[in-house]
């Protein structure tokens, strides 16, 4: 039995995992859900890597750290809290060490989808456009998954994270895997694949699907995730 803990990103809050949980756990392992803050603009990513390890007190050293999305920013600094036995960056940003993200995104601006961003910045955000959020996350989900993401939409306003250099000078000695989503409409999978190799010496495992599987395809995605443990 491992335990999975599932850290969301940054436009919904710890229930959207309800789908995956109970996938997770016929197979007889644990999930924990970490609450992070949605309300420290200021805070780096090491505030957030805290909580993170907060919740995984008494936990055990067999955990399975997930982080969807912007949440690939916090997870690399947990190992140094507590002990990690694996790393899956689920669709998520992978941070560089000496540079931020902001800075990340306006040298290789295909990091993420073009549109994605024009929508975000043009008052269209997925926090208070259903449309957009539509299009852009819950595109390929079914209408009980739609209702799920939809109700837990919730904005992490993550600034001070991605100003931030990367507090660490490279990333972790943990073995890591990357899950990168091929219909992916938020950050592109052609950067993923890349990064994936560049920054953690690993082929991306390849996942159908959108941005948000635990969603749209819960049971695939627990049958990748419990696949990492071997």
């Known amino acids: 039995m491992s335990i999975f803990c599932l850290v969301n990103g940054s436009t919904q809050n710890p229930l959207c995992w309800k789908l995956l949980i109970p996938e997770l756990e016929?197979?007889?392992?644990?999930t924990i859900t970490p609450r992070l803050s949605f309300d420290e603009p200021a805070a780096g990513a090491l505030r957030y890597a805290e909580m993170i390890a907060r919740s995984l007190e008494g936990a055990g050293d067999d955990v399975v750290l997930v982080g969807h999305s912007a949440s690939?920013?916090?997870?690399?600094?947990?190992?140094?809290?507590?002990?990690?036995?694996?790393?899956?960056?689920?669709?998520?940003?992978?941070?560089?060490?000496?540079?931020?993200?902001?800075?990340?995104?306006?040298?290789?601006?295909?990091m993420l989808n073009p549109e994605w961003l024009a929508a975000c910045r043009g008052g269209r955000d997925p926090w208070s456009s259903d449309e957009t959020a539509v299009e852009?996350?819950?595109?390929?989900?079914?209408p009980e998954a739609l209702s799920l993401g939809l109700a837990t939409r919730m904005r992490m306003n993550a600034e001070g994270a991605i100003t931030e250099t990367f507090p660490l000078a490279q990333l972790p000695a943990v073995t890591s895997v990357y899950v990168v989503c091929t219909d992916d409409r938020t950050i592109s999978p052609a950067w993923s694949r890349r990064?994936?190799?560049?920054?953690l010496g690993v082929e991306a495992v390849e996942l159908p699907?959108?941005?948000?599987?635990?969603?749209?395809?819960?049971s695939y995605l627990a049958e990748v995730l419990i696949e990492t443990l071997d």
């Open 72 to 110: 690939g920013m916090f997870v690399p600094l947990v190992p140094g809290l507590r002990p990690v036995r694996r790393l899956v960056y689920l669709a998520a940003l992978i941070p560089q060490p000496g540079t931020s993200i902001r800075e990340q995104l306006a040298a290789d601006p295909g």
């Open 136 to 142: 852009f996350l819950f595109h390929d989900c079914s």
């Open 26 to 30: 016929k197979h007889g392992h644990r």
């Open 209 to 218: 699907g959108g941005h948000c599987p635990y969603l749209s395809r819960p």
């Open 195 to 199: 990064a994936a190799r560049e920054r």
